[in-house]
């Protein structure tokens, strides 16, 4: 009988050599717990987190806290931070919006422009894009609510360093005079300069649709809706026939007449500096 070879088949047929893939097999084994960390053999040699210390409370507040409120003089000395730039360094612009803001609570305390009666100075009404506008009595006789004589009219302020006011006059009072007239635009009786201020003298308003939508719970009837609807359309239809667009039509620039008035349901639009 032969021998048998080592790797040779026995009588049953079974391989007692072992296979290349099976050799493969435990070399890769062999590799991985060579590569195992101490860490997961030994579990003392784990590296502990370290314990950052308790920060300290909060001390309180002392000092008062600074107005968040955004002002031109706060934007220009923003800009100047990023850029590097001093005060005297400032561009124009920025002077401008700091010197106008310096100039609103400068506003006189009388008024008399353009042949116009003498007029006292009393609340503010509200701003506009660049000007604003307060309520103005006459100092002495007058009568009415509406038109020249009348006792209170609406004076329009803005300041000459105002954008508006770059070539001399508003823009604006070439717009209200090209407009004199129409249905739903205010009229202008008196305009002129007063120290370092231009100013309209105006029909006095009522509230604007904004104060209205806030004043009665921020619901309207649908009949209301529907008078406004066509009445500003109407108005903007008119100022695009003689060829000038709003530029800032909202709520805040739509006024009703003045209450006691036969135009008190009327509809007007205000604010025609960003025409």
């Given amino acids: 009988m032969r021998r048998l070879r080592s790797g040779s088949k026995h009588a049953t047929g079974v391989d007692t050599a072992p296979s290349d893939k099976q050799t493969n097999n435990n070399k890769r084994r062999a590799n991985i717990s060579d590569r195992t960390p101490k860490s997961a053999e030994n ?35 923003h800009m100047r931070g990023r850029t590097g730039q001093t005060e005297k360094e400032a561009p124009e612009e920025d002077k401008a919006a700091v010197k106008e803001e310096d100039a609103i609570a400068q506003v006189p305390d009388k008024c008399q422009v353009g042949g116009s009666p003498l007029y006292l100075v009393e609340k503010k009404l509200g701003k506009g894009g ?10 002495q006789g007058g009568s009415g609510k509406d038109g020249q004589n009348a006792l209170t009219v609406a004076l329009k302020f803005e300041h000459r360093s105002s954008k508006g006011c770059n070539f001399g006059p508003p823009y604006e009072w070439s717009v209200y005079s090209s407009l004199g007239g129409i249905l739903g635009v205010p009229k202008v009786h008196y305009k002129g300069r007063q120290g370092e201020y231009y100013v309209m003298v105006m029909d ?4 604007s649709l ?3 939508w806030n004043t009665q719970g921020q619901v309207m009837s649908q009949e209301m809706v529907a008078c406004i609807a066509v009445e500003s359309l109407t108005i903007l239809e ?21 209450p006691g008035t036969p135009h008190e349901k009327r509809l007007y639009l205000v604010d025609l500096g960003l025409v």
Avoid: C
Wanted: aromatic content about 6%; charged content about 25%.
């Fill in 43 to 77: 579990p003392s040699h784990r590296t502990r987190s370290k314990q950052l210390p308790a920060k300290a409370p909060a001390e309180p507040r002392t000092e008062p806290r600074k107005s968040s409120r955004v002002t031109p003089r706060k934007v220009a000395a």
């Fill in 130 to 139: 660049f000007g604003q506008v307060y309520v103005g009595r006459r100092a």
């Fill in 204 to 207: 006095m308003l009522g509230p």
């Fill in 210 to 212: 904004w104060d209205i």
């Fill in 238 to 258: 008119k100022l695009h026939a003689k060829g000038y667009v709003h530029g800032d039509v909202k709520p805040e620039n739509y006024l009703l007449g003045q």
